[in-house]
């Protein structure tokens, strides 16, 4: 949550249950961090968005095959056919569009920051490990995560965002669902 980001300059956040503040040194910051996320927001919604259109999409290359020899191919396997596929056929896209919006309108900004890490977790090493690394360790996949863990980590939801207004919200208000909230 980002605290009267022009007049404070800090940074107040919990993340894994224990209160956080970030001395910022000006307004910048602040800017710099929602740019982050509307960039971070529309590279999800672009990719969810283009998978929409070219309908159907069909995952199954990358569940299936390119998962083969891979450390995550144990948990990804089940998924490369019959109905697990189609869930996964329907569920990144749609995944990756909720995460976009989210993350442009600051809505639930830390819960689709942390899905957007956990696809980006995925894509990371299957891409990754099952392509030999090929095109070394550092992708665009692990920069995605780290995108992604640092709106998390700050709880960058607090300019220009719909959090602002949910967090005064009696539902969450000193509740559990305020840490969905960035």
Known sequence: MVKNAM???SIRTRFLGTETSYSVSGAWLSYWILL???TAGWWMLHAGLDKIW????????????????TIL?????????????????????LGQTAIG????????????????????????????????????????????IMVFGTIVALGAGGVLAVDNRLREMEPFENTRLRRLLG
């Not at 144990?74 to 569920?91: E, H, Q, R, Y």
């Not at 920051?113 to 692990?142: D, K, P, R, S």
């Open 73 to 93: 191919a144990p948990f990804v396997t089940p998924f490369s056919d019959g109905i697990l596929l189609s869930f996964v056929n329907v569920a990144v896209p």
């Open 101 to 144: 919006i989210g993350l442009i309108l600051g809505l639930l900004t830390r819960t689709a920051a942390f899905f957007g890490a956990y696809l980006m977790l995925f894509f990371y090493f299957i891409n990754g490990y099952g392509g030999g690394w090929a095109h070394g360790m550092v992708t665009g996949e692990l920069l995605g």
């Open 54 to 69: 070219a309908w159907p999409f069909d995952a199954s290359w990358f569940v299936g095959g390119a998962a083969q020899g």
């Open 7 to 9: 007049s404070t300059q």
């Open 36 to 38: 982050l996320r509307l």
